[in-house]
């Protein structure tokens, strides 16, 4: 048995040093390859082995260390005769300034239950041959590799080093799997398991390698060569792997990122149907879920919006993108014909058109509606009229009378509007006027003072965005059959409404909505 130095391994074994490596490789060139051999130090009922490697390997060591000295053949393994038990304590084998020292962090030695033969070995070939024989599977048994576990193996040591005050490993026939004082012992069937498993997942990684190997030699080969005569392989979908892949049963904490959570929706949308018919109380669960994963999200954006006191023009973009809320303010299903439309009232040089912020319809009746969004920051109450009593704001009437002007030019110009836009599903009945404005008054008499003055808009719904936020939040409850708790910091509610701004203005002072 020859015992090679292997660079790699010490160029493992350490942070790269250029210096230090430099010495390295030319002591490299100083040592041939030497024979390691046991020295035997009987001590009554036990025999210890000593490891010694050859004198070029320990003079080369002593010049990587700080003190110079050359390391002296230590313990490498221990037979205890009268228990049956065998003790190794793996070391340190290549040329290293530790060399000698433990293979391991905090694990020193590791104990075996054995069967052997009471034979005693005298000499370092019978030693090598007893180790052969009785060490079991998953240990290295070359003496000059320092013995230990294999590569396959190595997580177990790496797990028991976890656990506090552990600096040996008993693999026992007897007990049960655990700490036992400073060792941790594994029962032998328990480690035979162990063993099996490690085995099993490092054959499947070698299949696996080599499939990935053959799938990359086509691709990069044959098919960047020549395309047409062999297409792009792909892995083909196994049962089982997104189980793996995801997390097993702890899924549900998986965070997906970037193309994975793409693919993820697209099978899952590819799959629907399916699901549906095998495991309809699944697929249900898993609508509820989206719903009430999409509904948080959705809540959290208003919230932070609701705050900030957004323009109107990013809450017209989140009602585009969640147009059912616009169906909770009208309480009948109704579908976006048009952001920003227009509805008529232009001169004939162009100028004066108003511009609706939301045209919608009944999806069952075709029936328009139409939604003026102002701030949340928009005051609804004037000043105090009398001791408890409020006026409507300036901004609240001008905003019912704006969006009242919108129905009517509107309803002038129905038969224009459908024909230009092609839009012929689309009728004027009884059209219904929604205004979004302002909060809803803090104070008990306040609260008294919006609701009597919105109760007496015939012909148009005032909404404050605290109402549609309640909505949202209610229909969250219905569907979780939980209480809603908010993760937005209530600091963040706190909107007003900077002097001098108005919310129709432009950059320029003209109404955005009118052209």
Not at 108 to 133: H, K, M, Q
Not at 183 to 191: A, K, L
Not at 305 to 320: A, I, Y
Not at 436 to 442: I, K
Request: one cysteine or more.
């Amino acid at each position: 048995m020859k015992y090679v130095i292997r660079k790699y391994a010490m160029a493992a074994a350490r942070p790269i040093n250029l210096k230090q490596e430099k010495l390295e490789s030319q002591l490299m060139d100083e040592i041939w390859e030497g024979e390691p051999r046991l020295l035997v130090q009987q001590q009554g009922a036990t025999t210890d082995y000593l490891l010694e490697l050859s004198p070029q390997l320990r003079r080369a060591a002593a010049r990587l260390r700080d003190d110079g000295v050359e390391p002296v053949p230590t313990r490498l393994f221990t037979i205890d005769h009268s228990n049956r038990r065998i003790a190794i304590y793996p070391l340190i084998t290549y040329l290293s300034g530790r060399l000698y020292m433990p293979k391991y962090e905090r694990i020193e030695s590791i104990w075996i239950d054995s069967n052997f033969i009471d034979d005693r070995p005298t000499t370092s070939i019978d030693a090598v041959g007893f180790l052969d024989t009785y060490l079991p599977s998953g240990f290295i048994k070359e003496i000059g590799y320092g013995l230990g576990l294999t590569n396959e193996m190595k997580p177990l040591i790496q797990a028991v080093e976890k656990v506090s005050g552990i600096n040996g490993l008993y693999l026992t026939k007897q007990g049960k799997t655990g700490r036992n004082g400073n060792f941790f012992h594994i029962v032998d069937q328990d480690f035979s398991n162990i063993r099996s498993m490690f085995n099993r997942i490092t054959r499947i990684h070698q299949r696996e390698s080599l499939k990935e190997r053959n799938f990359l030699a086509h691709n990069e080969v044959l098919h960047r060569a020549l395309p047409e005569e062999f297409p792009e392989k792909v892995r083909a979908y196994e049962p089982g792997t997104i189980f793996k892949l995801i997390g097993g049963t702890n899924a549900a904490t998986t965070v997906l990122k970037g193309a994975d959570r793409v693919a993820l929706l697209e099978a899952v949308k590819g799959n629907a149907p399916s699901i549906a018919k095998r495991d309809p109380k699944e697929f249900v669960q898993l609508q509820k879920d989206i719903e009430l994963v999409s509904l948080d999200g959705m809540i959290e954006a208003f919230e932070r919006k609701l705050g900030h006191n957004r323009n109107e023009l990013e809450w017209q973009r989140l009602f585009e993108v969640n147009p059912f809320i616009l169906s909770m303010i009208f309480g009948y299903p109704v579908v976006v014909v048009q952001a920003s439309a227009s509805v008529g009232g232009g001169t004939l040089s162009g100028v004066g058109t108003k511009i609706a912020d939301f045209l919608s319809k009944n999806s069952s009746t075709y029936n328009a509606a139409l939604v003026e969004i102002k701030r949340p920051g928009t005051p609804i109450l004037g000043a105090e009229y009398r001791t408890g009593v409020w006026a409507p704001s300036r901004e609240l009437m001008g905003a019912v009378v704006q969006v009242l002007d919108q129905r009517q030019k509107f309803v002038t110009n129905i038969a224009s509007i459908k024909q230009s836009s092609r839009v012929y599903d689309l009728e004027a009945y009884s059209v219904d006027c929604v205004l979004v404005a302002g909060r809803t008054p803090r104070t008990p008499e306040e609260a008294a003072s919006f609701e009597l003055i919105r109760s007496q808009f015939k012909d148009v719904r005032v909404v404050t965005f605290d109402d549609l936020l309640g909505k949202l939040i209610l229909l969250r409850e219905m569907l979780s059959g939980e209480r809603y708790v908010s993760t937005v910091d209530p600091a963040e509610y706190e909107t007003e409404l900077d002097e001098g701004e108005f919310d129709d203005d432009g950059p320029n002072g003209e109404d955005r909505h009118e052209q």
